[in-house]
Each structure stands twice: as C-alpha cells, then as structure tokens.
C-alpha cells in the first residue's frame, strides 16, 4: 500500500519579508500619487476661487467708476490717481450722499476703502470702511499697471497730476496664488468711463 504524503509548504520568513517589501513599495508609490493629485487639484481649485474673487472685484471697481460724480462738497469727482490706486468720489450705496472711494494695492492685496461724508461744513474724515477686493494680485511684481487713464481723444495720460483730462480708465488685475507654480498669472481686464464729469 502506498502511502502519499501531503507536504504543505508555507511562506519561509524570507519570503515574507520580500512580500511585505514589495507590498510598502506600492503602496507608498501609490499614496503619493494620490497626495500629488489632491495637491495639484487643491492648488487649481484655489487659483479659480480667487480668480472668481478677482472678478467680482473688478465688477465692483467697475460699477463704482460708472458713478464717479462730484463730491458732497463740490470736490471734483477723481481725487487721485496712480498705477496701483485710484481715489473718486461715488454714489455707490445709491443714498443720496457722494462718498469717498479708494482702491489700493497693499502688498499683493487690493483694499477698497469708503469714507461717508459728514459734518457742516461737509467732509470726508471719518474712519474708513475697508475691505479687501482681491489678494494673490501680482501686478507690481509683473510691473503691470493696475489702472492705466485715458483722455477724451484716447491718449494714455502718463502724468497723474493731470486729472481733470481722465475720462476713461483700464483696469488689468494679475492674479496668482503661487507664482512658483502652474498655473500661471491669470489676466482680468476691464474698463470704464466717467459718465458725470463736466468739462473742465
């Protein structure tokens, strides 16, 4: 009678090892994978949320602009105007009383400030309402301007002080959350034009 064995091998300790070895490995390999697309995807997601932000911004600069009107006390409506700020008097919260509107970069943010007027005689002292517009904005390190003012004949007017002859105005924001980085600078670009001024 033959008899028959049945021999019932088991992983040796090496093989274990190696086993266990190649298992880490793909899985590292794979949980970093995952890292780098959650990364990349997060840095895309934050790039249009700000963007977004930016745009909205802008649409609100915009709108502002449009109502630039004189001043509760007769100020002419621009009061000043630079590469990366711009103050004017507006309308905006449609009150009946013209306040005082600044955007200006600070760093890589965009502040817009309002000042009401008040007192008798009228003024504009009161503490400023500030809040931010836009951040990430790259424009001063581009060397891009933000506003950039044009005279009724569509010549660029480089020379702030003259601001009686600025009746249109461009806006450029540069955004970007990390400039070391894709995706690259994303470019908002709009206009508008002073609608209440009378000829100086």
């Known amino acids: 009678m ?3 064995k049945n021999h019932r091998r088991g992983l040796t300790l090496i093989e274990m090892v190696v086993t266990i070895g ?16 959650y990364r990349a995807n997060g840095v895309a997601i934050e790039q249009s949320y700000q963007i977004e932000s930016a745009r909205r911004g802008i649409e609100l600069l915009v709108r502002d602009l449009r ?9 002419f409506p621009l009061a000043s105007i630079a590469s990366t700020s711009i103050t004017f008097y507006s309308d905006t919260d449609r009150d009946s009383a013209t306040e005082k509107i600044s955007y200006e970069l600070s760093g890589t943010t965009l502040i817009r400030s309002v000042v009401n007027s008040s007192g008798n005689p009228i003024g504009y002292t009161e503490a400023p309402d500030a809040s931010q517009v836009s951040t990430y904005v790259r424009n001063e390190e581009e060397g891009s301007p933000i506003f950039r003012y044009y005279t009724v004949s569509g010549t660029e007017i480089s020379d702030y002080n003259e601001i009686v002859d600025v ?20 470019t908002l670009r709009s206009s508008a034009t002073l609608r209440n001024l009378r000829p100086q």
Do not use: Q
């Open 2 to 4: 033959t008899h028959m």
């Open 67 to 75: 109502e630039a009107a004189y001043a509760d006390n007769g100020a």
């Open 167 to 186: 009746v249109f105005i461009k806006i450029s924001l540069v955004v970007n959350i990390r400039p070391v980085r894709a995706p690259e600078e994303f």
């Open 22 to 37: 190649i298992f880490a490995v793909i899985m590292v390999t794979l949980i970093n994978s995952i890292l780098l697309f």
